[in-house]
């Protein structure tokens, strides 16, 4: 293999340049062309290409986002958006693609892959963490430093007002944001799609931590709690139980911004150095992941389609450090 290609799909992570510069920089290692798509599977369609090479990806390592630009593509998941990007993947002369993204991205290039044998090897850029066959994905730490630094300051306004926040964060269907945002800022609770919500059972604990003296509260929400998300659950809340100020912030796409952490850049440069080396030795519809500090392949259809569970301890130790 003498040329490859690379590309971020799906929202952008914290991180996803510091894997476009492993990525490259281990293609040039071994001798091998690398082409940037910009714009993800838009991209790929289009032939919106440019060559990449170790001068590239100087000084991205610490930049937020993605260099090559992110986008969904509607057109993709056509028979006819597919054939488009095959033509152009050919006539580019470009032998397998790297994927930097989520279940998404890599359900695109599971289904490529089986009608025109193009390799992929994918590598989990998601701030959600919501992929199976990695304990983090690539953005994940640096999207729960940003919330922590938020509610953070939350928390000061909360206690200086007598108020209540509920504090809606990203995850999709996943609450792994939540969940250790929640605990790492003492949260009085956390709610997540994993577990069904009781709008009486959290006014309860509510009311609990009220006859303890507590003046101000956290309630973290995950933006696919069952219950509606944050505005939803404050409004139930406030009809039966009208003790606290209430108010409501959505930390919305702040979330996916600015430079990535150092567990972030150490991931990302892993797994991209990981993935080429992989795609060289013939691996095809994989992605890339670290599971107990070692480097595992997953195919696409088991990274995408089985669950990842939310660690049930952490849940408990929730029940026990906010009463």
Same mark, same amino acid.
Do not use: W
């Given at each position: 293999m003498?040329?490859?290609?690379?590309?971020?799909?799906?929202?952008?992570?914290?991180?996803?340049?510091?894997?476009?510069?492993?990525?490259?920089?281990t %293609?040039v290692?071994?001798?091998v062309e690398?082409?940037?798509?910009?714009?993800?599977?838009?991209?790929?369609?289009?032939?919106?290409?440019?060559?990449l090479k #170790?001068?590239?990806?100087?000084?991205?390592?610490?930049?937020?986002?993605?260099?090559?630009?992110?986008?969904?593509s509607e057109?993709?998941?056509? !028979?006819?958006?597919r054939k488009? %990007?095959? #033509?152009?993947i !050919?006539?580019?002369?470009i032998?397998? /693609?790297?994927?930097?993204?989520?279940?998404?991205?890599?359900?695109?290039?599971?289904?490529?892959?089986?009608?025109?044998?193009?390799?992929f090897?994918?590598?989990?850029?998601?701030?959600?963490?919501?992929?199976?066959?990695?304990?983090?994905t690539?953005?994940y730490?640096?999207? +729960?430093?940003?919330?922590?630094? %938020?509610?953070?300051?939350?928390r000061?306004?909360?206690?200086s007002?007598?108020?209540?926040?509920?504090?809606?964060?990203?995850?999709k269907?996943?609450?792994?944001?939540?969940?250790?945002?929640?605990i790492?800022?003492?949260?009085?609770a /956390?709610?997540?799609?994993?577990?069904?919500?009781?709008?009486?059972?959290?006014?309860?604990? +509510?009311?609990?931590?009220?006859?303890k003296?507590?003046? #101000?509260?956290i309630?973290?929400?995950?933006?696919?709690?069952?219950?509606g998300?944050a505005?939803e659950?404050?409004?139930?809340? !406030?009809?039966?139980?009208?003790?606290?100020?209430?108010?409501?912030?959505?930390?919305?796409?702040?979330?996916?911004?600015g430079?990535p952490? %150092?567990?972030?850049?150490?991931?990302? #440069?892993?797994l991209?150095?990981?993935?080429?080396?992989?795609?060289?030795?013939?691996?095809v519809?994989?992605?890339?992941g670290?599971?107990?500090?070692?480097?595992?392949?997953?195919?696409?259809?088991?990274?995408?389609?089985?669950n990842?569970?939310?660690n049930?301890?952490?849940?408990?130790?929730?029940?026990?450090?906010?009463?």
């Open positions: 003498k040329k490859i290609g690379v590309f971020t799909s799906g929202g952008d992570s914290p991180g996803m340049n510091a894997c476009i510069r492993a990525v490259v920089r %293609a290692y071994h001798a690398v082409i940037g798509v910009n714009r993800g599977y838009n991209g790929l369609i289009e032939g919106d290409f440019v060559e #170790s001068h590239s990806v100087a000084n991205i390592l610490q930049r937020g986002g993605t260099i090559l630009k992110s986008a969904r057109e993709f998941k056509t !028979k006819e958006g488009k %990007a095959f #033509s152009t !050919k006539s580019a002369g032998e397998g /693609i790297i994927a930097i993204g989520g279940d998404g991205t890599f359900t695109g290039a599971n289904e490529f892959n089986s009608e025109f044998d193009i390799p090897i994918g590598i989990p850029g998601t701030i959600d963490n919501d992929l199976f066959g990695t304990d983090n690539i953005g730490d640096t999207a +729960l430093n940003t919330v922590i630094d %938020a509610v953070d300051k939350i000061d306004t909360a206690s007002h007598n108020r209540l926040f509920f504090v809606e964060v990203m995850g269907d996943a609450g792994f944001i939540a969940l250790r945002s929640g790492a800022t003492g949260a009085e /956390i709610l997540v799609p994993e577990t069904k919500t009781y709008i009486n059972e959290l006014i309860h604990k +509510l009311e609990q931590g009220r006859r003296s507590k003046t #101000s509260g309630v973290i929400v995950a933006e696919g709690d069952d219950a998300g505005f659950v404050a409004k139930k809340v !406030k009809e039966k139980f009208d003790y606290y100020d209430t108010r409501v912030v959505v930390l919305g796409h702040v979330q996916r911004g430079s952490s %150092a567990k972030d850049r150490v991931l990302a #440069s892993q991209g150095n990981a993935a080429v080396e992989k795609l060289l030795d013939g691996e519809n994989k992605m890339v670290i599971v107990n500090n070692q480097l595992v392949l997953t195919p696409f259809e088991k990274a995408i389609k089985h990842k569970e939310l049930t301890n952490l849940l408990k130790l929730v029940e026990v450090l906010s009463i």
